[in-house]
């Protein structure tokens, strides 16, 4: 590890060749495997599984029972559920060998992925986007969208507080937590600044 400013649980398994970010804490029975990047402030939670090149950026949550596969890639303020999961191959069969065809995928940031929700390799996750918990993402999605069932369906818009947007007719909301304002345009919505 090339970093010690971390706490690991002592059930804990870090392999070698890890970096790991000032202030985060691993908990019991995870396994961070080897080229691992993990930014500062992550709290990763119980029995978590953290594949080999996988990036997280700072501040990212993760729950209990998670698997994060290689091809992954979290920003900054990331939330991922309890026993979410990511896929990393379209067409698994446990005779062929497809290492060669990991598809990659990516979470913006401050976007929340709920509890035992599936995302399909190969689909970015917009920032500030929220899955709802028990999805089965199967395609991209885009900033601040939520999006619930199976496949998952876009059922509205989200803040950066995590609140769920209405938006009047000239097509602008207000977060009820931070009074933020977004305004939707052509089937995107986009803070006003």
Known sequence: ??????????????????????????????????????????????NVVISPEVVLGKNVKIQNNVSIYTG?????????????VFTNVINPRSAINRKSEYAKTHVGKGATIGANATIVCGHDIGAFAFIGAGAVVTKNIP???????????????????????????????????????????????????
Request: aromatic share 10%; charged share 15%.
């Open 72 to 84: 992954v890639t979290c920003d900054d303020d990331v939330f991922l559920g309890p026993s979410m």
């Open 143 to 193: 900033p601040y969208s939520l999006w619930v069932g199976n496949p998952a369906k876009q059922i509205g818009w989200m803040s950066e507080y995590g609140h769920q947007l209405s938006f009047n007719h000239e097509g602008i909301a207000e977060c009820p937590e931070s009074k933020d304002q977004y305004k939707l345009h052509n089937g995107s919505v986009s803070k006003i600044q």
């Open 1 to 46: 590890m090339e970093n010690t400013t971390y706490y690991a649980h002592p059930s804990a398994i870090v392999d070698e060749g890890c970096t790991i970010g000032n202030g985060t804490k691993i908990w019991h029975f995870t396994h961070i495997m080897p080229k691992c990047i993990i930014g500062e402030g992550c709290n990763i939670g119980q």
